[in-house]
């Protein structure tokens, strides 16, 4: 398959989510740019202290989350394969220090539990950025702009997100697919996830960027 990359300042991102303005940065992407960064893979922290010391994490807090309380940590590396699709309950904000891409799917797609990766979207979210990705917005780890480029993504959500899985007994699919707090997993059958035992609910080619973009 063939990728089209948008940009997260084109229509087609209104179905996702959208570009966060009147928020000033400065400082905090200075500290998201010194959070540790592999250099082949992605590493994820759902909250760093560092980074909700800094003012960012109020103006979030009581301005985006209407005074809800939030974590703020970061996803950050070298990626260019999708291996797998999640959801919450709520918005995500993803605040990128270097030009990232996000896949993208709606979560209106999902059929029978399972969803085609031939409904994946590609948008480029520019260095300094941050962006509303809406609860309905399937997404998982950002991917690298360029074959080999890192980057530093801070990803803000209600706090306990992604944290540990609570524990009850499965009464319908969705239930099967909660790996952790607020995350429902979607998994392709190549990601490891899939291989260490998530339920699959990705069908059709695990995307590459190689293959499918660059």
């Known amino acids: 398959m063939q990728l089209k990359l948008y940009k997260v ?9 959208q570009v966060l303005e009147g928020y000033d940065f400065t400082s905090f992407l200075q500290k998201l740019k010194a959070t540790e960064q592999p250099s082949d893979g992605v590493v994820y922290v759902p909250s760093d202290s560092t980074l909700e010391s800094d003012p960012a994490y109020e103006e979030l807090k009581n301005r985006y989350y209407g005074g809800m309380p ?3 940590g970061y996803c950050n590396g070298v990626n260019s394969t999708l291996n797998a699709l ?4 709520d918005s995500e904000v993803d605040i990128a220090a270097e ?4 896949l993208l799917a709606r979560q209106a797609d999902i059929r029978d539990n399972m969803l085609d990766t031939a409904s994946v979207k590609a948008f480029l979210q520019p260095a ?3 962006v509303e990705l809406f609860a309905t917005a399937l997404h998982y780890a950002p991917c690298s702009a360029a074959k ?3 980057f530093h993504m801070a990803i803000v ?5 992604n944290t540990d899985k609570p524990v009850f007994a499965p009464k319908n699919h969705e239930d099967t697919m909660l790996t952790a707090r607020n995350k429902w997993l979607l998994p392709h059958p190549d990601s490891n996830e899939a291989k260490g035992g998530a339920v699959v609910g990705l069908t059709g080619k695990n995307i590459t960027l190689e293959e499918d973009l660059w």
């Open 128 to 130: 300094g950025t941050a």
């Open 148 to 150: 080999g480029a890192g």
């Open 70 to 72: 939030i974590q703020i």
């Open 157 to 161: 959500l209600p706090l306990g997100t």
């Open 99 to 102: 030009d990232s891409i996000l």
């Open 9 to 17: 300042t084109d229509p087609e991102f209104a179905e996702y989510g």
């Open 86 to 89: 999640e959801y919450h309950r």
